[in-house]
């Protein structure tokens, strides 16, 4: 009886000792197959552009203001994701975006007036956007390097097309 005892004894033992050993293997065994959250951000970023860059190749289809509500969502996502991947990484060849808060602008003053048939003006500044945006998507989608760092030469080719895309409708908001 008493060696049933200390036999059931160890057994606990090993269980009580071994079973927080196992799960802390398991613990740092698990960490290689995490993907970094920054890659994870940038791909959510990366998506949201891709959606607006969806959104900005039907722009010429676009009839009146009402049909901007769609785009102006996207903007706002795009923007916002992109803002908090400039956070995540705190690279200083990474900064925050002019035009599509600028967008967002145009587009809300578009449709101050309440539903309106989009004049052929306001659809050929938006087709215009969707040039430069084509340039910047195309370096966004290569911003992220394989080691996880912002690839500079991307950034800066962003930011070239996010000023010209700034430039451009501040230029018409004033007209």
Same mark, same amino acid.
Request: net charge positive.
């Given at each position: 009886?008493?060696? @049933? *005892?200390?036999?059931?004894?160890?057994?606990?033992?090993? &269980?009580?000792?071994?079973?927080?050993?196992?799960?802390?293997?398991?613990?740092?065994?698990?960490?290689?197959? %995490?993907?970094? #959250?920054?890659?994870?951000?940038?791909?959510?970023?990366?998506?949201? +552009?891709?959606?607006?860059?969806?959104?900005?190749?039907?722009?010429? %289809?676009? %009839?009146? $203001? !009402?049909?901007?509500? #769609?785009?102006?969502?996207?903007?706002?996502?795009?923007? &916002? $994701?992109?803002?908090?991947?400039?956070? =995540?990484?705190?690279?200083?060849?990474?900064?925050?975006?002019?035009?599509?808060?600028?967008? +967002?602008?145009?587009?809300?003053?578009?449709?101050?007036?309440?539903?309106?048939?989009? *004049?052929?003006? !306001?659809?050929?500044?938006?087709? !215009?956007?969707? @040039?430069? &945006?084509?340039? &910047?998507?195309? =370096?966004?989608?290569?911003?992220?390097?394989?080691?996880?760092?912002?690839?500079?030469?991307?950034? =800066?080719?962003? =930011?070239? #097309?996010?000023?010209?895309?700034? !430039?451009?409708?501040? %230029?018409? +908001?004033?007209?």
């Amino acid at each position: 009886m008493k060696r @049933k *005892r200390r036999l059931v004894f160890y057994l606990l033992l090993i &269980f009580l000792l071994g079973w927080p050993l196992y799960q802390i293997y398991v613990m740092v065994q698990g960490t290689s197959e %995490k993907q970094d #959250a920054g890659k994870m951000l940038y791909q959510v970023s990366l998506f949201q +552009m891709e959606l607006l860059s969806s959104y900005l190749q039907n722009v010429d %289809k676009v %009839k009146d $203001t !009402e049909s901007l509500n #769609a785009l102006r969502q996207a903007v706002y996502t795009a923007n &916002f $994701t992109h803002d908090h991947l400039v956070l =995540a990484f705190g690279d200083p060849s990474l900064s925050s975006l002019a035009g599509l808060p600028e967008l +967002m602008q145009y587009m809300l003053r578009l449709q101050v007036g309440g539903q309106r048939s989009l *004049r052929s003006d !306001e659809v050929q500044t938006l087709v !215009e956007v969707h @040039k430069q &945006f084509s340039i &910047f998507f195309d =370096a966004y989608g290569k911003l992220l390097s394989s080691r996880l760092d912002i690839n500079s030469s991307q950034s =800066a080719i962003m =930011a070239k #097309a996010d000023q010209a895309i700034s !430039e451009l409708l501040r %230029k018409k +908001m004033q007209q």
